[in-house]
């Protein structure tokens, strides 16, 4: 089974970028649809943005719209996420996953079923 990897956490200000990414353990992504989530210990996970193959075409969190992108290079079988503007309530673990079934984009996590291990964010001064 494919494995999804997180990368790019750590500290960094308010007001800071960071971008994530999540690399499949194939060297191409075949996945239809794969989305970007967060959780803070003791809180739900919340789905951030998700994207599509086909198309491309993306969906976005009210909380992270206008400062989150998320990008996919499926040649390099990788998912990205650029943070700008970050806040001190971005604070949490990133997940990337793939979407099991589904042609349209959703954010709901019980849609997922394969997961990467998380990256920490950090924001803080």
């Known amino acids: 089974q494919v494995q999804l990897v997180e990368s790019g956490g750590g500290l960094v200000q308010p007001g800071g970028s960071l971008r994530l990414s999540c690399a499949a353990s194939?060297?191409?992504?075949?996945?239809?649809?794969m989305g970007w989530f967060r959780q803070v210990p003791g809180e739900a996970r919340e789905g951030l943005a998700c994207?599509?193959?086909?198309?491309?075409?993306?969906r976005y969190a009210d909380s992270v719209k206008g400062r989150f992108t998320i990008t996919r290079d499926d040649t390099k079988g990788t998912v990205y996420l650029q943070m700008n503007s970050l806040k001190r309530e971005d604070t949490a673990v990133y997940y990337c996953?793939?979407?099991?079934?589904?042609?349209?984009?959703?954010?709901?996590?019980?849609?997922?079923?394969?997961w990467g291990q998380g990256t920490q964010v950090t924001v803080s001064s």
């Open positions: 994207i599509t193959k086909t198309d491309g075409s993306t």
């Open positions: 996953a793939r979407q099991e079934f589904g042609s349209t984009c959703h954010m709901g996590p019980g849609l997922y079923d394969i």
């Open positions: 194939e060297s191409t992504l075949d996945y239809d649809i």
